[in-house]
Each structure stands twice: as structure tokens, then as C-alpha cells.
């Protein structure tokens, strides 16, 4: 069993894909362990993405990440971390296979819908971000 954390961003909480997005985890088996919505601090998204810094889209991310509320979950299920990256999809919505939610819910890299931890260690960093646990 793993523990990983996601995020759906300020576009699917637009979108109304809350309750979707959830289901399908939901379905595959996961687990909600923790769930909240918020608006994110600008220093928090700032630290979130810290490895895109040197990116000129980077200030474009936070300012998309803190547009309007997330939803911010724990989510636990055998080989966590993996599996619910592969149920994300690629980063471009345009590279992501049929049946992510990326492929099936954006269309660019700027707004793609939803965060998951890419690493068991990148896990438990963002789950102490978020969570403070
Ligand atoms: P990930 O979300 O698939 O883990 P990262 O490389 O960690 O991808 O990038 C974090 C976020 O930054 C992406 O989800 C996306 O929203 C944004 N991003 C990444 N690459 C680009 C880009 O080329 N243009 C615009 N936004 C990008
Ligand atoms: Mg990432």
C-alpha cells in the first residue's frame, strides 16, 4: 500500500469534474485517506514546482495554480504512487493515452487538470506540504 498526493486544479474545479475525478479513483479501488479544497498560496505553489523555477512558463504555472480553489487529496491503493500517475496521463493532454483523465478532460500542458506525485519520496514531501503530516 502506497499514499500519494494529488491535486485537481483550479481548471477541473472549473469545470465541474470534481465528483468525476474522484469516482474514478474511487472505482479503481483507492482509498480517500485525507481531502480538503482550498486556494492555494502563491508560496506554497511556488515551492510545489520549485524543480520548473528555471522554466519561462513558470510564473504562468503559479499563477494558473492559484487562479481559484483546488481540491487536495490523499489518496492510498497498492503501488500508489504509479498507478495513479498512469491514470493521469502524460504532462501534454495531447501525448496522454485514451482513458486518462488528461487525455480525456484537457488539451495543453497549462492547464492540465490535475496533479499526482511522481515519486514514493516526491509522495511524502507533498503530502507533508499539503497535509503537514
Ligand atoms: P507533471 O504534472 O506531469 O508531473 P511536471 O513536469 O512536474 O509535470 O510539470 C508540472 C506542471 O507544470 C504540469 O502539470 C503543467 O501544468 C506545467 N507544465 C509543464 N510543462 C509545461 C509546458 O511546457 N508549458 C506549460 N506548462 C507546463
Ligand atoms: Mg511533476
Redesign the pocket.
Known amino acids: 500500500m502506497e499514499e500519494t498526493l494529488v491535486i485537481i486544479k483550479p481548471d477541473g474545479v472549473k469545470k465541474q469534474l470534481v465528483g468525476e475525478i474522484i469516482t474514478r479513483f474511487e472505482k479503481r479501488g483507492f482509498k480517500i485517506k485525507k481531502l480538503k479544497m482550498e486556494q492555494l498560496r502563491e508560496q506554497t505553489v511556488k515551492e510545489h514546482?520549485a524543480?520548473?523555477k528555471e522554466q519561462v512558463?513558470f510564473m504562468?504555472?503559479v499563477n494558473f495554480m492559484t487562479s481559484g480553489p483546488v481540491v487536495v487529496l490523499i489518496l492510498e491503493g497498492p503501488n500508489g504512487v504509479a498507478s495513479v500517475r498512469q491514470m493521469v496521463g502524460a504532462?501534454n493532454p495531447q501525448d496522454a493515452l485514451p482513458g486518462t483523465i488528461r487525455a480525456d478532460y484537457a488539451f495543453v500542458?497549462?492547464s492540465?487538470i490535475i496533479?499526482a506525485s511522481?515519486s514514493l519520496e516526491s509522495a511524502k514531501i507533498e503530502i507533508e506540504r499539503f497535509f503537514g503530516e
Request: proline content about 0%; hydrophobic content about 25%.
Open positions: 514546482y524543480h520548473l512558463f504562468d504555472v504532462t500542458s497549462g492540465n496533479h511522481d
